[in-house]
Antibody, heavy 122, light 108 residues
């Protein structure tokens, strides 16, 4: 069974930093690109970032470039999201997600974690 | 970036009704369109991929159609468990798979 377990969410002051983690199990981690999606309170889903299977390629939503860094450690089956210079509008639940294992599901987010809450407030 | 626009943003219906949600892409995405359901406090779940392919385990009262820029999600014979928020997502511009703003389906 695929499991994605996020952690690292916390209450942080504006300007602070946080590193989120997503521990994966139940599949061959290094075979899959990984993604982060966030959801501000009462708002919709926002695609945040992606990282290739090897970690060599990273992608970010245009509005988030420069403050967010995605990385992965395939030896630990974990993907990370470093967020610097946190702003109040970064307050959200951050989900870790991956595509399906079959060819027809390679472009769909089949597996999701439960999310970790980041609250940015003074 | 490809922008996704859903309508309506909210919708009221009754158990047993049939409803349709639309999603429009800012450019052609062929059939690279997914639909998700999200219940309060839960992670989204995949309903439909490639515009019209039902994900395993999803009831047949859900259906999707469309190609190019215009897509629809239809839910027939609404059940109580279907009252949730629905999101479309383009999967054309890999790996930046952007979402629509969501449609909240509420009980009338």
């Amino acid at each position: 069974e695929v499991q994605l377990l996020e952690s690292g969410g916390d209450l942080v002051q504006p300007g602070g930093s946080l590193r989120l983690s997503c521990a994966a199990s139940g599949f061959t981690f290094s075979d899959f690109a990984m993604y982060w999606v966030r959801q501000a309170p009462g708002k919709g889903l926002e695609w945040v970032s992606a990282i290739s299977r090897s970690g060599d390629s990273t992608y970010y939503a245009d509005s988030l470039k420069g403050r967010f860094t995605i990385s992965r450690d395939n030896s630990k089956n974990t993907v990370y999201l470093q967020i610097n210079n946190l702003r109040t509008d970064d307050t959200a639940v951050y989900y870790c997600t991956k595509a399906g294992e079959s060819y027809e599901l390679i472009r769909a987010f089949v597996d999701w974690g439960q999310g970790t809450l980041v609250t940015v407030s003074s | 970036d490809i922008q996704m626009t859903q309508s309506p943003s909210s919708l009221s219906a009754s158990v047993g009704d049939r409803v349709t949600i639309t999603c429009r892409a800012s450019q052609s995405i062929r059939n690279h369109l997914n639909w998700y359901q999200q219940r309060p406090g839960k992670a989204p779940t995949l309903l439909i991929h490639d515009a019209s392919s039902l994900q395993d385990g999803v009831p047949s009262r859900f259906s999707g159609s469309g190609s190019g820029t215009d897509f629809t999600l239809s839910i027939g014979n609404l059940q109580l468990v279907d009252f949730a928020t629905y999101y479309c997502q383009q999967s054309s511009s890999a790996p930046m798979y952007t979402f629509g703003q969501g449609t909240k389906l509420e009980i009338k």
